[in-house]
């Protein structure tokens, strides 16, 4: 996909793939990806993959935009993920510090069997794993499925 990254902004929040690479592509600007705590900067030309697994987090700490291309390997159902990022942010589910409202996108991973999907590291995997069936049960009671409903479409076709 390509990226626009504002002065001074940032990924919502620090976040592990357990089943997908991303690779960063930086084609203007200057990128900051921090990679297990190592600070990475990257300048136009340069790119960087984060192998599954490792938690990081992409940051813009200049006074200009950074461009860049992400890609993700192997794009699995990558595009659900998204669908329900955006939708979630859109809709102004969010936090005050920007982040996504994760019971929401908990329930949304959960209901669409979604596998590219991106644990924050906030949250511990153990934790991770019990939540994701809570939050399709709280969401599917709460009235949830229309939102995943506008996101994605009607799943249980």
């Known amino acids: 996909m390509q990226w626009l990254l504002k002065p001074k902004g940032y990924v919502a929040m620090e976040h592990i793939h357990y089943f997908q690479d991303e690779r ?9 990806v921090i ?7 990257l300048n136009p030309g340069d790119s960087i993959v984060v192998t599954k697994g490792l938690r990081h987090i992409a940051e813009n700490y200049d006074n200009s935009d950074v461009e860049c291309e992400v890609d993700y390997t192997p794009g699995l159902d990558y595009f659900v993920f998204m669908q329900c990022f955006i939708g979630l942010l859109k809709d102004k589910q969010y936090d005050v510090k920007g982040s996504v409202n994760i019971p929401k996108m908990a ?3 959960y209901k669409t069997k979604c596998t590219a ?7 511990p995997k153990p934790l991770f794993k019990f939540i994701l069936p809570l939050f399709g049960a709280i969401g599917s009671v709460l009235g949830w499925d229309r939102l995943l409903k506008n996101y994605v479409g009607d799943i249980n076709n």
């Open 24 to 32: 960063f592509y930086v084609k203007t600007g200057r990128l900051n």
């Open 35 to 41: 990679i297990d705590g190592k600070r990475n900067i």
């Open 107 to 109: 329930f949304c991973m």
């Open 117 to 123: 999907l991106a644990r924050p590291t906030s949250v």
